[in-house]
């Protein structure tokens, strides 16, 4: 099992690009994430599916959008990035309901210039 | 915000000494969880303790939790060199529909020193 993978590793986008983080998990999971974390200030969740067909905005959804492909797949897109979206990004997937552990991917380290 | 606050920031510490960081959190929970960052990588799970209970042990690990106080503390025995990481708790406060929505602490940063 992989677990979850999350591509690309790198990015580094000019202020306005798009482009599109992707993210994949092979294990069953119903529910997946999207977090941001930045220096100081822990991870802060952008979106998260609760299930194929569903998702939800987290705590910082602006500027973002997802789509939850299938069960295995949830990618976040940038549509025209800014500066202030530089960070690390995370996937996360878990069983649904209370008390479940979050499995995360390796993380994608974006920069915009 | 629920986010939980780790204290303290960063901790630096000899090689077989224990380790304790605390978490604190706002508002009501079901569960708190614990996780550990190597440099670079991912989250992993270490641990999750549930509103009803005071105290857990796993391997090394030993983790409270007062609901009173709204705390929990992470306590990490004969502490190693691998052991050296942020380490960061999460709740699970808000339980929408059939997810959960988890917050998280900004972190502790541990050295190990050999």
């Known amino acids: 099992n992989a677990g979850v993978t999350q591509t690309p590793k790198f990015q580094v986008l000019k202020t306005g690009q798009s482009m599109t983080l992707q993210c994949a998990q092979d294990m069953n999971h119903n529910s997946m994430y999207w977090y941001r974390q930045d220096p100081g200030m822990g991870l802060r969740l952008i979106y998260y599916s609760a299930s194929e067909g569903t998702t939800d905005k987290g705590e910082v959804p602006n500027g973002y959008n997802v789509s939850r492909l299938n069960k295995r797949e949830f990618s976040l897109r940038l549509e025209s990035a800014a500066p202030s979206q530089t960070s690390v990004y995370f996937c996360?997937?878990?069983?649904?309901?209370?008390?479940?552990?979050?499995?995360f991917g390796p993380g994608t380290r974006l920069t915009v210039t | 915000s629920q986010q939980g606050e780790e204290d303290p920031q960063a901790l630096s510490i000899q090689e077989g000494e224990n380790a304790t960081m605390n978490c604190s959190y706002k508002?009501?929970?079901?569960?708190l969880q614990w996780y550990r960052q190597n440099s670079g990588r991912g989250l992993v799970h270490l641990i999750l303790i549930r509103s009803n209970e005071r105290e857990k042990h796993s391997g090394r690990l030993r983790v409270t939790l007062d609901t009173s106080k709204k705390s929990s503390s992470l306590l990490i025995t004969a502490s190693r060199a691998a052991d050296t990481a942020s380490y960061f708790c999460?709740?699970?406060?808000?339980?929408?529909?059939?997810?959960?929505?988890?917050?998280f602490g900004t972190g502790t940063s541990l050295t190990v020193i050999p």
């Open positions: 508002t009501s929970i079901n569960n």
């Open positions: 996360a997937s878990s069983l649904t309901g209370q008390g479940y552990e979050q499995y």
């Open positions: 999460a709740t699970d406060a808000v339980f929408l529909g059939t997810g959960n929505q988890f917050y």
